[in-house]
């Protein structure tokens, strides 16, 4: 049974950082290509950030520059450290798992946490 278990959420201010984990098991994690989700109340589930087996990574507009997603295969850990934190990147934030072609479609990931809740206070 694959499992991803994320962590790190919580209050931040505006401006600050935060840095999000995610702990997998139950599959082969170092072939797997991995991907961070935010959901805000209200709103569709959308792509944060994703990174390639392999390590190539890819970004949402709205968080480029600020946010960096990264993997470290030896602990089956995907991470994502959030700086520059906005108001608007409240949310509760999820990481998944991707088995089908769509890096930034929910679809396209079978696999998903149950998510960490980030706000950021202006």
């Known amino acids: 049974q694959v499992q991803l278990v994320e962590s790190g959420g919580g209050l931040v201010q505006a401006g600050g950082s935060l840095r999000l984990s995610c702990a997998t098991s139950?599959?082969?994690?170092?072939?797997?290509?991995m991907g961070w989700f935010r959901q805000a109340p209200m709103k569709e589930r959308e792509f944060v950030a994703a990174i390639t087996w392999n390590g190539n990574t890819y970004y949402a507009d709205s968080v480029k520059g600020r946010f960096t997603i990264s993997r470290d295969n030896a602990k089956d850990t995907v991470y994502l450290q959030a700086n520059s934190l906005k108001p608007e990147d409240t949310a509760v934030y999820y990481c998944?798992?991707?088995?089908?072609?769509?890096?930034?479609?929910?679809?396209?990931?079978?696999?998903w946490g149950q998510g960490t809740q980030v706000t950021v206070s202006s």
């Open positions: 139950g599959r082969t994690f170092s072939s797997t290509d």
């Open positions: 998944a798992a991707r088995l089908r072609p769509g890096r930034e479609i929910p679809g396209a990931y079978g696999y």
